[in-house]
Nanobody, 124 residues
């Protein structure tokens, strides 16, 4: 079993919205770095958004800046990704990642914990 579980994916039309969530499963520990990655078939995995939990500082890929927003429920150790004005290019499998340590740079694919992934499809 994975230590992280994503949910909230689905199919929407361009311009639609979805909210993804990432929650712990099983044993948990303090996570200082969390991020969302995505990967489309035949393409490289790319970082979408990330946060250094302790400092409350969030980062976004240029392709989603202004459209996606990270938020947290610290009591539940849950990370959310609000996605607005979705575009066909956003279609991908989205993965949540976390690490007990600070991952620098934030978009490095070296996180220790990964979720199973949740599919996001944007098409008309």
């Amino acid at each position: 079993p994975r230590s992280l579980v994503e949910s909230g994916g689905g199919s929407v039309q361009p311009g639609g919205s979805l909210t993804l969530s990432c929650a712990p499963s099983g044993a948990t520990y303090g996570r200082n770095s969390m991020a969302w990655f995505r990967q489309a078939p035949g393409k490289e995995r790319e970082a979408v958004a990330g946060i250094f939990v302790g400092g409350g500082i969030a980062y976004y890929a240029a392709s989603v800046e202004g459209r996606f927003t990270l938020s947290q429920d610290n009591a539940k150790n849950t990370l959310y990704l609000q996605m607005n004005n979705l575009k066909p290019e956003d279609t991908a499998m989205y993965y949540c990642a976390a690490d007990r340590l600070l991952v620098v740079p934030w978009d490095s694919p070296t996180y220790s914990d990964w979720g199973q992934g949740t599919q996001v499809t944007v098409s008309s």
